[in-house]
């Protein structure tokens, strides 16, 4: 089955730094890649969908300042975390679709923001 | 805005019993629809989807879904549930828009 990886998979940083985190998919062509975030005992609030050789799609609320999104390649999304405080701390999981068909997640990144 | 609800939150059952999660979708347009599963300390794994033609969808480890339009709902089943079920379970919709929508999630705990 298609492949999804996170890089890297736990993440420590200080308050004000920005941090990356990324997405590959490994066995297939992502046409489209989404970024989510998990709070604990909680759903996945989509942060945005980001489509290769384009501008990300933000949801309502989520600031595209703070969260960069880069989708360079078919199978490499990046997100970036700017400036990070305590409140983004999170778990954020990115999803990769081929086509129009089924979405396979990565395993998460743990963000701690100290 | 499309919405996905699940009406369980916590569900406690001892092995053997039957499963049913209720998901509910609001919108009205086509829609493919999903189940997903995490189990604890893993990623998301997909069980089961629905993209149109028979509107039972069996998935993997014996977990099957209805698509009942009329009442814009996708319940998960399982007739005998096991300790390995435990984890947590997600409906998702993905409609016009090229977005997906998960619900708020049901913890399946299941006591041996």
């Known amino acids: 089955g298609a492949v999804v990886s996170q890089h890297p998979s736990r993440v420590i940083c200080k308050s004000g730094t920005s941090v990356k985190i990324e997405c590959r998919s490994l066995?297939?062509?992502?046409?489209?890649m989404f970024w989510y975030r998990q709070f604990p005992k909680q759903s996945l609030m989509l942060m945005a969908t980001?489509?290769?050789?384009?501008?990300?799609?933000?949801e309502q609320g989520v600031e595209k300042d703070k969260f960069l999104i880069n989708h360079a390649s078919l199978t490499l999304s990046t997100l970036t975390v700017t400036s990070a405080h305590p409140e983004d701390s999170s778990f954020y999981i990115c999803?990769?679709?081929?086509?129009?068909?089924?979405?396979?997640f990565g395993p998460g990144t743990r963000l701690t923001v100290l | 805005a499309q919405s996905v609800s699940q009406h369980n939150h916590h569900v406690i059952l001892s092995e053997a019993a039957s499963l049913e999660l209720g998901c509910n979708y609001s919108?009205?347009?086509?829609?493919?629809l999903f189940w997903y599963v995490q189990y604890p300390g893993q990623h998301l794994q997909l069980l089961l989807k629905?993209?149109?033609?028979?509107?039972l969808v069996k998935g993997i480890k014996g977990f099957e879904a209805e698509f009942i339009k009329s009442k814009f709902s996708f319940n998960l089943r399982k007739p005998s549930v096991q300790w390995s079920d435990t984890a947590e379970y997600f409906c998702?919709?993905?409609?016009?828009?090229?977005?997906?929508?998960f619900g708020t999630g049901t913890s399946l705990t299941v006591i041996p």
């Open positions: 998702a919709v993905n409609g016009p828009g090229n977005q997906f929508y």
């Open positions: 980001s489509n290769e050789g384009s501008k990300a799609t933000y």
């Open positions: 066995d297939f062509q992502a046409t489209t």
């Open positions: 999803s990769a679709r081929a086509g129009t068909d089924t979405q396979y």
């Open positions: 629905y993209f149109s033609g028979d509107p």
């Open positions: 919108y009205g347009g086509t829609v493919n």
